[in-house]
């Protein structure tokens, strides 16, 4: 079954983040991302640029209106995210645990919708 890892950081902290525990970070990461593909969990998966980067689009009424920044003013934002294939949702949860990111933000799990 496939599932969608969400990873949800306070990027004021991780814009702070010591360069060398960033680094030992980023390590880590890359250390996750290839042991998923060894484990062959690993789909996809992608880092994304930070919220001042996002733009946010509506439609109402058939007109397009944009706002810049991210859709919800929360402390925590959307960092990237890990596609994977699991057993279930124990398995993905124990997949999940193991993304650095799970130690200071917040994973979200959310299975694939098969249509």
Do not use: W
Not at 72 to 82: C, I
Request: proline share 4%; net charge negative.
């Amino acid at each position: 079954m496939r599932y969608l890892c969400l990873i949800y950081d306070d990027e004021s902290k991780c814009g702070t983040m010591p360069k060398a525990e960033a680094d030992a970070m980023m390590g880590e990461y890359f250390a996750f991302t290839e042991g998923t593909k060894k484990g062959g969990h690993h789909l996809g998966a992608e880092a994304l640029q930070p919220t001042q980067a996002a733009t946010t689009v509506r439609v109402r009424q058939g007109k397009i209106s944009t706002t810049d920044g991210p859709f919800a003013e929360t402390k925590e934002h959307l960092g990237g995210y890990y596609l994977i294939n699991a057993k279930d949702l124990n398995d993905a949860i124990q997949i999940a645990a193991k993304i650095p990111s799970s130690r200071i933000g917040t994973i979200e799990v959310r299975p694939i919708q098969e249509f």
